[in-house]
């Protein structure tokens, strides 16, 4: 949507493109805005079979950037999606003007609570009873949020992964995390020299402060800014202020 410098948005789990609904019309008003689904997500196909770990997600953007004819777009993503475009650059080859990574996995341990229990049973989660899934995704996702969902917005978030097929899904996308995939490139952090700018949530309970901090140590010149008040979903707790820093010029580094 709009016209003008390129800028793609990239969502992680469990969530979906309309997570970026707010946000995506404003930059759209300067910018060429481009949202997706991630393979396994929101509207994208689920089926068995699917490699869907952060590796297989970051070859899947590198084609897509090729199919959209985006040889150096700005790139904007959050949770998973940071590892996305973080791989894509660095293990893939493609090149961006800038990157703004908000509350993002990025490296280092971040196989821990919900995840690291299913990566430990996966089997026990598929077999959850519907009401027991429900209740779990459901509490879940509340947690990444500071202020609270709007009802008809969490239903949204919500309805890809009900039913058996939802589930399913659920406990597909989620079982194929590994930090591996983001092991591989831990190394190259340093050599990062495109303009980097971290936003985080001070509230954040899904990916804690401390995550930040790791990142911003190993691209040194990336700016850190927190946002108060605001959890993990920035885009639900705080959307203006996200969206002041995400139209904020980044500064020239001669």
Do not use: N
């Not at 068995?48 to 150096?72: I, K, N, T």
């Not at 949020?145 to 969490?154: K, S």
């Amino acid at each position: 949507m709009g016209s003008g410098d390129p800028v793609v948005l990239l969502h992680g789990t469990p969530y979906s493109s309309f997570l970026w609904r707010d946000i995506a019309p404003v930059l759209a008003r300067d910018r060429t805005v481009f949202v997706f689904d991630l393979l396994g997500f929101g509207r994208s196909d689920r089926r068995e079979g699917q490699d869907l770990g952060v590796a297989a997600h970051a070859r899947h953007f590198a084609g897509l950037l090729d199919h959209w004819g985006l040889s150096r777009p700005s790139v904007v993503a959050h949770d998973i999606g940071g590892a996305v475009a973080l791989r894509t650059m660095l293990l893939e080859g493609r090149s961006y003007r800038d990157l703004t990574l908000c509350d993002v996995v990025s490296g280092g341990k971040w196989e821990r609570g919900l995840l690291r229990l299913v990566l430990e049973h996966p089997e026990t989660f598929q077999q959850l009873p519907d009401y027991a899934h429900e209740a779990l995704i459901t509490s879940h996702m509340r947690r990444a949020t500071h202020v609270g969902f709007r009802p008809e917005v969490l239903e949204t978030f919500l309805a890809p992964w009900r039913g058996a097929q939802g589930q399913a899904a659920f406990y597909r996308q989620y079982g194929q995390l590994r930090q591996a995939d983001t092991a591989g490139y831990e190394d190259l952090l340093g050599d990062v020299s495109l303009p980097v700018r971290i936003i985080w949530g001070r509230e954040d309970r899904i990916l804690p402060p401390e995550d930040a901090e790791w990142l911003r140590e190993r691209i040194p010149h990336a700016e850190l800014h927190w946002i108060e008040g605001a959890g993990h979903l920035l885009q639900e707790d705080a959307p203006g202020r996200l969206l002041a820093l995400l139209t904020a010029e980044f500064p020239s580094r001669e």
